[in-house]
């Protein structure tokens, strides 16, 4: 093998690493910004309503076999635009209204574009599939450059996620010609996995409205910083602006 013929090589093994780099990277972002979401809530609310998250990066193969079922492309910037969900992230809640809470927050960050919003949810696809999917584009900065780059989201409760789970190894068992009989009870399942998502947040729902309200103690606040339990003080002076703040 020449010396051109390794440059070239090199040239490309930096081309495509690069590329998978900027999604991971992507990825990372809003991670980042989920586990903050998961915070502020467990902190301030008593409550997440984030029960775990997974993410994933399409691999080489997997991205060239889509393409080839898409036709092609002549560039990696073609690749980027033709196939979206190189990068995804899944976010499992408990309940319906929390779908649409961490929805409205996530597509309120100003650094976030929103490029698609497709409600799985509101409108089912036939075979019984539920879930909210966002497209969006996250800003990485490189040394030498910033590029937007795409991140699929997924967020469902778990009882969706359970089907679509299912649905899946059903189909990769019988690869995708599963017997009408099976669908037919997919379709049933879906149904009654959303009888359950409805009657789980009304208990849930319940349940809120039983709470009694609590107030700051007036001695201190306990807060898990930095990985530290640690009861803060709080002066009569701040007590008095939060006061004020709050009429």
């Not at 996530?106 to 490029?115: I, N, R, T």
Request: glycine residues 4%.
């Amino acid at each position: 093998m020449g010396t051109n013929q390794l440059e070239q090589l090199k040239q490309i093994h930096t081309m495509l690493t690069r590329f998978m780099m900027m999604y991971k990277f992507a990825l990372q972002e809003v991670e980042t910004k989920i586990d903050i979401l998961q915070e502020e809530f467990q902190l301030l609310h008593d409550y997440n309503p984030i029960e775990h998250t997974k993410s994933r990066i399409k691999t080489p193969e997997s991205i060239a076999k889509k393409l080839y079922r898409k036709g092609g492309a002549g560039s990696l910037g073609e690749v980027r635009e033709s196939v979206r969900d190189i990068a995804g992230i899944r976010i499992t809640c408990s309940f319906v209204s929390d779908i649409y809470q961490i929805s409205r927050m996530l597509q309120a960050q100003d650094d976030l574009e929103v490029v698609s919003v497709k409600d799985y949810i509101k409108n089912p696809k036939p075979n019984g599939y539920k879930s909210l999917h966002l497209l969006v584009k996250v800003p990485v900065f490189m040394s030498d450059r910033q590029e937007s780059v795409y991140v699929e989201i997924q967020i469902r409760t778990i009882a969706m996620d359970f089907w679509a789970s299912l649905e899946h190894k059903i189909f990769y068992k019988f690869n995708r010609a599963v017997p009408q009989r099976l669908l037919d009870e997919l379709k049933e399942a879906a149904e009654t996995a959303n009888e359950l998502d409805e009657k789980m947040e009304r208990l849930h729902n319940e349940v809120q409205q039983m709470k009694t309200e609590t107030s700051l103690p007036a001695h201190g606040l306990n807060l898990d910083l930095m990985g530290e339990n640690m009861k803060l003080p709080i002066p009569n002076q701040l007590l008095t602006l939060l006061k004020q703040e709050e009429g």
